[in-house]
């Protein structure tokens, strides 16, 4: 039986969880750093080009419930005017509509950075279930927005309490002046508090962040059995990697086995070890492994070189060094040049003199490169 203590998820996310939750779209956001950054951005807004704003939209407001008394009667006149509001209520509207769409964008991008996922469009009917819905809301996620709620209900009516108890002066001056004026004073005192009770939500957002970020790491982790899977999965399972590392294992001996026969000569310990040599003048700087094994694969060697006529020359210390040092498909060692070339040579002498071929006693091997049975 497994341990349920293992089964805890108190591991930290890998960064394959990581991206897969990223393809998934399930990233970490914050609701009230995006809705701080657009009343802080249309606040600013307000206060800048306030003035402006209000004169256009009075402006367009007149021009709306005006209708020169010849143009009532003529539609072409009507939809002339009508097309001359729409173009600019629209240019009114563009820049809040733009920096909208800059600001939400911005506070995405700042938490989670960008990400495009169609998953996260699919629909989730769980979220119609009452219960999971009841469970979410007494959950540790529930509890935190309820602080969150309270919190910026708090820090936001203490802002506007605050700013209007500095303005109380101003607010009650605003009964001695003419409407129009204190229609104007009001108006930049709204703004003005509009502007800090923005920044007064920085706070929440400042809060709002760092948990954030704490859950979706929280949702993310992982438990020891999790982590292991997901090694075992990145590398592969165990036995299909046997099978895969058998079969590319045959493939190579077969490939080596169908080279013995093109090799000028194999040279043998003489049963345990054979290795298959090819020297081609101009293309190799010095001769090349064609096949090597041991035992049953030397044997192998050794018959389909008999098949088809190559040269078998017995020299045991030669073979061991060659089996041990050099590489397959690769040109031998530097150091075992002049003991191939002697047995380049004597094969040539057999080729040319059979009786009059002399094996070389002494095969020069370097005492590095000698190997003892």
Request: no cysteine; charged share 20%.
């Amino acid at each position: 039986m497994a341990d349920d203590s293992a089964q805890d998820k108190d591991l930290p996310a890998s960064q394959r969880r990581r991206q897969q939750a990223r393809e998934k779209g399930q990233v970490a956001r914050s609701r009230d750093l995006t809705s701080s950054l657009l009343l802080l951005g249309v606040a600013a807004l307000a206060s800048g080009l306030g003035g402006w704003f209000y004169a256009s939209a009075q402006s367009l407001l007149h021009a709306g419930l005006t209708v020169p008394a010849q143009a009532a009667h003529d539609p072409q006149a009507m939809l002339h005017a009508a097309a001359h509001l729409l173009r600019s209520g629209a240019l009114l509207l563009a820049p809040v509509l733009a920096l909208t769409f800059v600001l939400a964008a911005a506070g995405g991008v700042a938490m989670g950075g960008w990400v495009f996922s169609t998953t996260a469009l699919a629909p989730d009917f769980s979220r119609l279930d009452p219960v999971k819905g009841l469970q979410r809301m007494l959950s540790l996620t529930g509890l935190g927005e309820l602080v969150k709620a309270v919190l910026k209900a708090l820090v936001v009516g203490a802002v506007v309490v605050l700013v209007l108890w500095q303005q109380r002066g101003s607010l009650l001056g605003l009964l001695q002046v003419e409407p129009a004026l204190a229609q104007t004073q009001l108006g930049l005192l709204a703004a003005r508090a509009f502007l800090w009770m923005a920044a007064g939500t920085l706070l929440v957002a400042a809060i709002d962040v760092p948990w954030q970020l704490f859950q979706m790491n929280r949702q993310l982790r992982m438990s020891r059995q999790e982590l292991q899977d997901e090694l075992r999965e990145s590398e592969g399972n165990p036995q299909i990697k046997q099978k895969l590392r058998a079969l590319q294992r045959e493939r190579a001996r077969k490939r080596m086995m169908a080279a013995v026969p093109k090799a000028d000569v194999v040279v043998t310990n003489p049963t345990h070890y054979a290795v298959a040599l090819a020297y081609e003048e101009g293309k190799n700087r010095a001769p090349v492994v064609l096949a090597m094994g041991a035992d049953r694969v030397a044997a192998r060697i050794r018959d389909i070189a008999a098949e088809h006529g190559v040269a078998v020359v017995e020299a045991a210390p030669l073979a061991r060094a060659l089996y041990h040092h050099a590489e397959l498909e690769q040109e031998i060692p530097v150091q075992l040049y002049n003991a191939v070339a002697l047995l380049l040579a004597y094969v040539f002498q057999l080729r040319v003199s059979p009786q009059a071929a002399q094996a070389p006693h002494d095969w020069a091997i370097p005492a590095d490169f000698v190997v003892d049975e």
